[in-house]
């Protein structure tokens, strides 16, 4: 079953229940507080529900600012996984702007022990998540 949580202009945030997965699909770029939001309402939900898993879906997100990354990486990622979240994956097309975002997300998630991987396509995600 799925629960949406958000669905806006700039992104789509829902859960699937009987799975355990978070998910974004982003639509459009979006301001710092547009961002936080998203993850903030998927953080509260895990705070309450079990969310093992998350994916997020980058390739309409546009150019991220270096802000949005800074406070994923030190407020969402670690409260995440905090809250129980036990693997992660990002579907990207691959451009220069989407790859040293999404390594830099990489290098913060090894160093947290959250096992992150990249893919191309939102079933080769899905497949992996739940390998």
Partial sequence: ???????????????NIDQKLGEIEWKG???LEQYQECFSVLLDYQSRNTVKYFLSDIRNQGIMNPNNRQW????ALP???RQGLLRSAVVSEDNIFKRYYV????????KMGLPLRIFDSREQAIEWLFS
Avoid at 72 to 75: C, G, L
């Fill in 72 to 75: 994923f990486e030190s407020v």
């Fill in 29 to 31: 770029p979006c301001s």
């Fill in 103 to 110: 390594n830099l997300i990489l290098h913060s998630t090894n």
């Fill in 1 to 15: 079953m799925e629960l949406v949580l958000i669905d806006t202009v700039y992104a789509r945030v829902t859960v």
């Fill in 79 to 81: 409260q995440a996984i």
